[in-house]
Structures are given as structure tokens and as C-alpha cells.
């Protein structure tokens, strides 16, 4: 398997355009995440998918920030407008999820995207 | 509220052996995750504790404590590449993982 697919690897864009991030997750797969990371707020859960379904957006900043997952194959990640505090480096992960198998839910992540708005 | 504690960067000499440190406050406990992450890449899993003691893997042993909420990474012969951060992650009630920020290993010749 190629592992989890992100694109683009590298984003430069100007603040209050759209930006639009993608994700390939581990074919056989049924658990997609979206993370932010920067240096000052390390690691943090944007949104997550089970079986193409969002279960948590709770830490989707705010309403210029959305995700879909139209099919077990493919996820994105929009923000429209952009704003110089989004830059960071945005990781998709994927995860077998089993129900009744307690918490050994490995993460596998992707390339992840670097996103700088100027 | 929840939280995991460890320490930002420690130094340690090529060859030697280092113990990295968590400590955490969760709602909850469905276990305990390291991940490795080199400069510029992205995390990958180490190793994963649910029961208290040591899980050995190679040149790397996590450990885990839960009546005091704590576990350790433990590197031995360390390498050049050993150089990273190293995450501790926990999953919680809701089996949501909550991350520390990461301590920064560096290691010197």
C-alpha cells in the first residue's frame, strides 16, 4: 500500500483565498483525521470521519474551516478565506477502527501539507 | 481538563541510553501511544502500552504506570537518527487521542 496520499505537499497562497487540501486514506481503512500542527500548539484534532461519516469537528477552528469525505477513498479539507494564522502544516491520518477493541487505534499519517498564507 | 506532560528537548550522546518522560490527566485510559517524528515528516508509531509494564521492541521499551499516570520511552545504543521529537498520546473514554507536545531528542557524537 502507498500509505495515506496528502496533496499538495507545499501551498503558498494570499490571505482571503481558498485553499483546499486532499487526502488518500489506507485502502481498508474506516477512520479518517485531519490535524494541525504548528510549534506553538503542537498536535491538534481538526475533525475525524468513520466510515465517510463526521463524528467530532469540535476543533474545526471556525466556519472557514470544512471537510467532506465523499467516499471512503477521499476526504478534503477547505478554508475559504485564508488567513495568515492558518499556516501550519495540516496532516491527514487514517486508522482501522474496530469496534470492541479497546483504544489500540494506530494512527498511520500522511506527508502531510505545509500551508503558508501570506 | 486534560492534560500530558513532557519534558521539550533533551540531549543525549551517540550510544548511550535516554528515558523520556510522560506523565498525563485524562478522562479515562484506553492506553498509551509514542510516535517518532523526524524534522520535516510526519509522526509513525512506536509503540502502544494498555497494561502496566515494559514493552520491549528492539533498541526502544515503553513502559507504563497507571495508578500514577505515567509512562516513559526508553532508547538505548542510541543512533544519529534516533533524532527526532517524540510524541505521547493517550486515548481517552472516548477513545479521542490527546496529545503532549513532544520532546525534541538530540543527539550528539
Known amino acids: 500500500d502507498a500509505g495515506v496520499i496528502q496533496s499538495p505537499r507545499h501551498e503558498v497562497t494570499e490571505m482571503g483565498q481558498e485553499v483546499t487540501l486532499r487526502c488518500k486514506p489506507i485502502?481498508?481503512?474506516?477512520?479518517l483525521f485531519w490535524y494541525r500542527q504548528t510549534m506553538m500548539r503542537g498536535l491538534e484534532l481538526l475533525i475525524y470521519?468513520?466510515?465517510?461519516?463526521?463524528?467530532?469537528d469540535s476543533g474545526m477552528p471556525e466556519d472557514r474551516f470544512s471537510a467532506k469525505m465523499p467516499n471512503a477513498s477521499f476526504s478534503t479539507l477547505k478554508i475559504q478565506p485564508s488567513e495568515p494564522r492558518d499556516s501550519a502544516v495540516y496532516f491527514c491520518?487514517?486508522?482501522?477502527?474496530?469496534?470492541?477493541?479497546?483504544?489500540?487505534?494506530?494512527?498511520?499519517f500522511g506527508a502531510g501539507s505545509r500551508l503558508t498564507v501570506l | 481538563g486534560q492534560n500530558i506532560d513532557q519534558p521539550t528537548e533533551m540531549t543525549a550522546t551517540e550510544g548511550a541510553i535516554v528515558q523520556i518522560n510522560c506523565t498525563y490527566q485524562?478522562?479515562?485510559?484506553?492506553?498509551l501511544f509514542w510516535y517518532q517524528q523526524h524534522a520535516g515528516e510526519a509522526p509513525t508509531f512506536l509503540s502502544y502500552?494498555?497494561l502496566d509494564g515494559l514493552e520491549e521492541k528492539g533498541r526502544f521499551s515503553s513502559f507504563l504506570s497507571r495508578s500514577k499516570g505515567y509512562s516513559y520511552l526508553l532508547l538505548k545504543e542510541l543512533q544519529m537518527k534516533d533524532s527526532a521529537s517524540y510524541l505521547c498520546?493517550?486515548?481517552?473514554?472516548?477513545?479521542?487521542?490527546?496529545w503532549g507536545a513532544g520532546t525534541k531528542l538530540i543527539i550528539k557524537p
Open positions: 502500552n494498555v
Open positions: 485502502s481498508g481503512h474506516n477512520s
Open positions: 470521519f468513520n466510515n465517510n461519516v463526521p463524528i467530532d
Open positions: 485524562t478522562s479515562g485510559f484506553n492506553g
Open positions: 498520546a493517550v486515548s481517552d473514554s472516548n477513545y479521542q487521542l490527546i
Open positions: 491520518a487514517s486508522s482501522l477502527a474496530l469496534a470492541g477493541i479497546s483504544g489500540a487505534n494506530v494512527l498511520t
